[in-house]
């Protein structure tokens, strides 16, 4: 079982680490025309809100809730009764989302006016604000669209070509953002509304991208919407609080955005450094737990509750192998990945230092980030809704109030350590409260792992450190070659002091992946 997880989750990696690099470039196309100047400000906060839908529907409801039923009614019922779910939940986002973008719409001036309101002291940044919110609200409509086509195809085990739609989406933005910039900025139209636009297209684009696998596996959408139907009452429940289940993050990123934009600049900066930290969750830990959900949600169906303790321990001590040295790597080198990548056009030095700053605070939340996304599928998978709820509860109330804190003590720094402190406490109560659902989850074997890779990674934190300092002073010129050469030694400083750290700390999970690497590489 760990093998077939294991290799779907590769899959998925490939897939997701082609997105990620698109994404990152997509980021750098965007810093290098708008750095973290007014423009980007007002972007990031037009994006917030349907971005943060987006996320609860293409990550959160759709694998809490749609994907562990449909699994069932595949292995139940067949393809015929799936699929024609699959149809009622598409028409149920539609009209849901539908409703909201609309509001959206109507009401963007008085929304972003209380979001935003510091905004109206620099003429035409409110404006322009409220203007791309209205351009951006359809984008969730599109997006919604996505994620149930996403869901049903994961829960046929095709994993490559969803993972590859938000590929496809992120060249969409590049090339009408390059495309659109020089027009717009000859028709006197505000050249930032390439980035709307490349996010529209994008959209559709993803779902063109997943509907010829979903066709041939006999997909025909239905317009039907029953209410009474048990499959989609189910979902719908457990969509409505697993959405807030699985919301705390995205809501904490949301407070983020409105404290921030008391900060010139603060809002894009928190943007970048979020996407820079969310780049080893989204190829290692959705890659993990896209693969280990069907599987959990298999084992809940049929009341196997060793096996599934047995799928969780596995998924959660290979996250934290991969996740731990990540959050180690992005804290050490935040400045010289930061000047590496982004460092040109209208993003300058001053750029640099606000989006390294965020980065550094926001990386210890990758670890509990992680988790949670294993974590919390788990109990819709268990048909239990309420538990991720009163979490995501505690846990957003615990982020407010740090938040508010750290934001008075450290600046908009405050709020990236604040919400990285408040995604480990989401993660720490989930397991716990999972643990004793389910009769543990192996808390022995994975706590060892975790005490292993801790001091693995602290040993390569120091490596890269020292790596960083002294390539530093042999390549000072803020060019882009010394700049290369200063992360890539940094980096291989770190993995390889990290591999033999590991070796010699007998870390199970990384000599397991070894020994797979090389046995493919063998003739």
Not at 20 to 25: K, N, Q
Not at 140 to 169: C, D, E, H, K, Q
Not at 362 to 377: L, N, Q, R, W
Not at 422 to 441: D, E, H, P, Q, T
Request: with cysteine; hydrophobic share 55%; net charge positive.
């Amino acid at each position: 079982m760990s093998e077939r997880l294991a290799k779907s989750a590769g899959l998925i990696g490939i897939a997701t680490l082609a997105s990620r690099v698109l994404g990152l470039v997509r980021d750098v196309v965007q810093g290098h025309y708008f750095g973290t100047g007014p423009a980007a400000d007002a972007f990031a906060v037009a994006t917030r809100i349907p971005t943060l839908l987006r996320d609860l529907f293409a990550e959160g409801a759709m694998s809490a809730a749609f994907v562990p039923t449909v699994t069932r009614y595949l292995s139940t019922d067949g393809k015929a009764a799936a699929f024609r779910l699959g149809s009622q939940v598409v028409n149920g986002l539609l009209l849901i989302t539908g409703v909201i973008v609309t509001i959206g719409i109507v009401f963007a001036e008085p929304l972003v006016s209380w979001f935003a309101g510091d905004y109206a002291a620099e003429p035409g940044k409110l404006e322009l604000t409220v203007l791309l919110t209205r351009v951006n609200m359809p984008f969730l409509l599109l997006v919604a669209v996505a994620a149930a086509y996403m869901g049903m195809l994961n829960a046929l085990r095709r994993f490559f070509i969803p993972a590859n739609s938000p590929t496809m989406f992120n060249v969409a933005f590049i090339v009408c953002t390059v495309a659109f910039f020089p027009i717009f900025t000859q028709m006197g139209i505000h050249p930032v509304m390439a980035l709307s636009v490349g996010m529209l297209v994008g959209g559709v684009v993803q779902i063109l991208v997943m509907w010829p696998a979903l066709h041939r596996e006999g997909y025909r959408h239905e317009w039907v919407l029953n209410p009474r139907d048990p499959g989609l009452r189910e979902v719908l429940i457990l969509m409505g609080p697993g959405t807030l289940g699985v919301a705390a993050a995205q809501i904490n990123l949301l407070v983020n955005t409105q404290l921030a934009t008391h900060e010139a600049g603060a809002a894009s900066a928190l943007q970048y450094a979020f996407r820079m930290m969310y780049m080893p969750i989204g190829i290692f830990s959705v890659s993990i737990a896209t693969a280990a959900i069907p599987e959990l949600a298999r084992h809940a169906a049929k009341a196997e509750l060793p096996e599934m303790r047995s799928t969780l321990s596995w998924g959660l001590r290979l996250m934290l192998m991969l996740s731990v040295p990540a959050t180690v790597g992005l804290m050490v080198l935040s400045r010289p990945i930061i000047e590496l990548i982004y460092e040109r056009g209208m993003f300058d030095a001053q750029s640099t230092l606000q989006v390294a700053g965020a980065l550094m605070f926001y990386a210890p939340g990758i670890v509990g980030y992680s988790i949670v996304k294993i974590v919390s599928p788990s109990f819709y998978s268990l048909r239990d809704a309420r538990t991720p709820v009163i979490v995501s509860l505690v846990t957003i109330a615990a982020n407010l109030a740090l938040n508010i804190w750290l934001n008075s003590i450290m600046g908009f720094r405050g709020l990236a350590l604040g919400t990285a402190i408040a995604a480990n406490i989401n993660a720490g109560l989930l397991l716990y409260l999972l643990s004793r659902r389910i009769g543990g989850v192996d808390a022995r074997r994975v706590g060892i792992t975790l005490l292993k890779v801790a001091v693995a990674s602290a040993v390569m934190g120091v490596a890269v450190y020292y790596a960083d300092t002294a390539l530093h002073r042999l390549l000072p010129e803020p060019s882009l070659t010394p700049r290369l050469l200063r992360v890539a030694g940094g980096i291989g400083a770190g993995l390889g002091t990290l591999a033999l750290a590991s070796w010699m700390l007998r870390i199970e999970e990384l000599q397991q992946a070894t020994n797979r690497l090389l046995k493919r590489l063998r003739p």
